[in-house]
């Protein structure tokens, strides 16, 4: 089958065709033809098979081959990272047609998305805090959308986001189609979401007999010692076949230790987290969609923004907080029908929320087999050859390599000069937790924060938290001369 069997207009499919998608995934042949209808949605499907065009081409089709300017479509995610994926996922597919897709999230200056918006764009695609700041603005007016997407609809509907996200639907006509897309989606949230939609049709692509997680995926679980893991990390980057890879930390503090690290043991190492501003993130996201990176250590800023087809491993530096959590994260790699490797570290006092884990996933690996850089087994799994150690040799290392100075990799030259901007931005933009910096809640990541302890000649007081860098005291010398009770130089 191909899309245009499924009902999708010509110029849509030679859009796709151009970047070589032409067959459809099982949730885009289930949905694609429903939601042509104007049927309300419940999708789900595992990360990594296709949700975004399983939502985005029927919405742009139905918005008509020249739509009349102004936002019909609105497309509500939790991350920055996702919303400018998805934005440039419908762009792909609307490049044969006008109709405009904007991208429009916080941690950005408002000129640039206020003027896509006022040239007309038809379809808006954006993190909650931004959209509502700017309806509330009356710079965006929501009150035409005829389609309305929650992507991520299990973190949308969840504590943290639904009040906002109640009132996006409040600022939306009652007449809407709406359409709710996860990889995973607990019965409560399902509950949830009916109240939102018109007698809704769940449509779920996942067999029963295939597991939790994606059968492409091979999943190995280490009980790991912490002052270990860097070595071990080290020498499951040089495994034979590994291409680009995402590390996943708990901490943005974390991250940037891991990826400083990473990088002085000479791998392409660069960071992304809650801490970074807004335009660094970016740069890094772009160095690891370009190849200029082949490591990115993330936060869960990632988890939900990372759609990058060529991604081979997933590590879990630290285990996720639960199994949904872990299902996005591994959902990194096996992309698009490609195989993939998932490495979960447990240390020793996280071995009761492994359980939780592997007992909802149904793993069946209640004790994770205890793992060392030397153990044999780590080199027989991941296919590492014999005698490799966690440091790339000198001479192997990428073209005009130096330690320190990586301006993306999280090390100690990333971004330091707005450390202070971007641990108050994130302390606004976070919720619950160092891994929650990526959640844009009130749109105004933008503007720099001061602290009460700010000096009066403007100097912003330095950042606290999980973002912030520090840089080690210089030691005083002993030999400083120095005068003695009597005056005399001693």
Do not use: C
Request: proline share 4%; glycine share 12%.
């Amino acid at each position: 089958m191909n899309f245009k069997e499924l009902g999708i207009d010509q110029d849509i499919v030679d859009a796709l065709e151009t970047k070589g998608i032409t067959s459809p995934f099982p949730i885009q042949e289930q949905a694609i033809p429903l939601a042509l209808t104007g049927q309300d949605i419940i999708g789900q499907a595992k990360t990594g098979t296709g949700k975004t065009f399983g939502f985005g081409l029927p919405l742009l089709q139905s918005l008509g081959l020249n739509p009349e300017k102004g936002a019909k479509a609105l497309v509500v995610v939790p991350t920055r990272e996702l919303a400018i994926q998805v934005a440039e996922d419908l762009k792909l597919a609307a490049s044969n047609r006008p109709t405009m897709v904007a991208a429009i999230y916080g941690g950005k200056a408002y000129e640039e998305q206020v003027a896509e918006i006022n040239a007309g764009a038809q379809v808006i695609v954006g993190t909650p805090g931004r959209l509502i700041d700017l309806s509330k603005q009356k710079l965006l007016d929501l009150g035409n959308i005829r389609f309305m997407v929650l992507d991520e609809a299990d973190e949308m509907l969840d504590l943290g986001f639904l009040p906002d996200v109640e009132k996006l639907f409040a600022y939306t006509p009652d007449g809407r189609q709406t359409m709710l897309f996860s990889a995973t989606m607990p019965g409560s949230i399902v509950t949830m979401a009916r109240k939102y939609q018109n007698r809704p049709v769940h449509i779920r692509t996942n067999d029963p007999d295939e597991g939790h997680t994606k059968a492409d995926i091979k999943q190995f679980v280490y009980r790991a010692h912490a002052l270990d893991k860097d070595e071990v990390v080290g020498r499951i980057l040089q495994a034979e076949g590994r291409g680009k890879t995402v590390i996943f930390t708990k901490t943005k503090r974390q991250a940037s230790k891991v990826s400083e690290e990473l990088v002085d043991r000479g791998f392409n190492a660069t960071a992304l987290h809650g801490d970074m501003t807004q335009e660094a993130r970016e740069r890094s996201m772009t160095a690891f969609r370009s190849g200029k990176k082949d490591i990115l250590v993330a936060t869960e800023v990632a988890a939900r923004g990372i759609d990058v087809d060529d991604v081979t491993h997933v590590i879990n530096y630290t285990i996720p907080e639960d199994e949904k959590a872990y299902l996005h994260r591994v959902g990194r790699t096996g992309r698009a029908g490609r195989l993939g490797i998932a490495v979960t570290f447990v240390d020793w006092e996280d071995l009761t929320r492994w359980t939780h884990i592997n007992t909802a996933l149904e793993f069946g690996q209640p004790d994770p087999t205890e793992t060392y850089s030397s153990s044999a087994h780590l080199f027989s799994d991941l296919n590492i050859a014999a005698g490799t150690k966690g440091r790339i040799a000198k001479s192997k290392r990428p073209e005009g390599w130096k330690p320190g100075n990586d301006r993306d990799s999280g090390h100690a030259g990333n971004d330091r000069a707005n450390s202070g901007r971007a641990g108050g931005q994130s302390g606004r933009n976070h919720s619950g937790g160092g891994n929650r910096g990526a959640r844009d809640r009130n749109g105004k990541g933008a503007q720099p924060h001061k602290s009460s302890g700010q000096k009066a000649a403007g100097h912003e007081a330095p950042a606290h938290g999980d973002g912030e860098h520090k840089r080690p005291a210089t030691p005083r010398t002993r030999n400083r001369t120095r005068k003695n009770s009597g005056g005399t130089a001693s």
